[in-house]
């Protein structure tokens, strides 16, 4: 299987915050993309997103208007998985949740067409593991973007123990046709960038709650200290505080490490909603 740089059917399933960023990275390479929500209303608000977005590149002069509607002529939404038929890839963005992941790459596997390739966008999951909910194991693997898709550099291609080379490099060839900076990575949990950031995020609660600084003082030491462009509980609230704690649990699991084991004020903020930015409040508040 090949995926052209450009060109190709590319799927996404999920409209949360990734699925939308990968949307435009793949629209803006050139590929016909397919939105796929659970609900028509959130697919087309997706879409609305992304025509924003757009118009916002054209008003800084980033983007010509010829391109911006060149690029949204190539989006499609639906709420019907079986429009995802004619995909050359597909690419999942859905709940850090394996049981929903699991469940999602078998009823992909029903209606994508035999040897088009199915990704995951997981943070932690084991992908062999949504690779054999599958009939199709060769041809699963691990695309990991970054948050905000569009403007981060790098993707983690993870290849499981079932995936063949050919799946690997077609993905590859794919990441780097999106502008991206692609790096190869075994499948274990975090793969490299979660499994080294998240003690350190984690890590940053815990210095909160046992008061040895201020939320603010935190933040600020390690742009300070450290050139971060933003402190490490800015980055829990961009990444999402219930998607951070799915991703320690899983990192957790897998390694014992108590480096790992959420903070417990992390699950309190997700028991009460706080979910960061996508919320409007999460250990910085986003309502103003
Ligand atoms: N947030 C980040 O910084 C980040 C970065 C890289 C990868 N990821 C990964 O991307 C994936 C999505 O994360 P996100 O930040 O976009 O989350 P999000 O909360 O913004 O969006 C999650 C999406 O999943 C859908 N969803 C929820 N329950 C579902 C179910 N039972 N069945 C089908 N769909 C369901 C929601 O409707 C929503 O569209 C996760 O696997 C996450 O680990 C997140």
Not at 19 to 48: C, N
């Amino acid at each position: 299987m090949t995926i052209s740089s450009s060109s190709s059917t590319v799927g996404i399933v999920g409209s949360g915050i990734m699925g939308s960023g990968i949307a435009e990275v793949a629209a803006k390479a050139g590929h016909d993309v397919v939105l796929r929500s659970r609900k028509q209303d959130t697919a087309d608000a997706m879409r609305a997103g992304l025509e924003k977005s757009l118009g916002k590149q054209v008003e800084k002069g980033r983007l010509s208007e010829e391109e911006r509607d060149v690029t949204l002529a190539r989006v499609t939404t639906t709420d019907q998985i079986a429009d995802l038929a004619d995909c050359d890839l597909v690419i999942e963005s859905v709940v850090e949740d394996l049981a929903v992941k699991r469940a999602l790459f078998a009823e992909l596997d029903e209606v994508v067409a035999p040897g088009a390739i199915l990704a995951t966008n997981t943070s932690t999951l084991p992908v062999v593991e949504m690779a054999v909910a599958t009939g199709r194991p060769e041809s699963v693997v691990g695309v990991h973007f970054f948050n905000p898709a569009p403007m981060m550099a790098l993707v983690e291609i993870v290849a499981p123990l079932t995936a063949s080379e050919e799946t690997a490099e077609a993905v590859t060839e794919f990441a780097t046709g999106c502008g991206k900076s692609p790096v190869r990575v075994a499948d274990r949990a975090g793969f490299i960038v979660n499994a080294l950031l998240f003690p350190y995020l984690n890590n940053a609660v815990r210095m909160l709650e046992n008061g040895t600084a201020s939320r603010d003082d935190i933040d600020e030491a390690m742009k300070g200290g450290c050139n971060f462009p933003m402190g490490p509980l800015a980055l829990l609230d961009l990444v999402g505080l219930d998607t951070s704690v799915a991703i320690l649990d899983a990192l957790h699991a897998e390694f014992a490490d108590p480096n790992f084991s959420p903070a417990p004020v992390l699950r309190r903020m997700v028991a009460a909603g706080h979910l960061g930015r996508k919320s409007g409040q999460g250990f910085h508040d986003y309502r103003r």
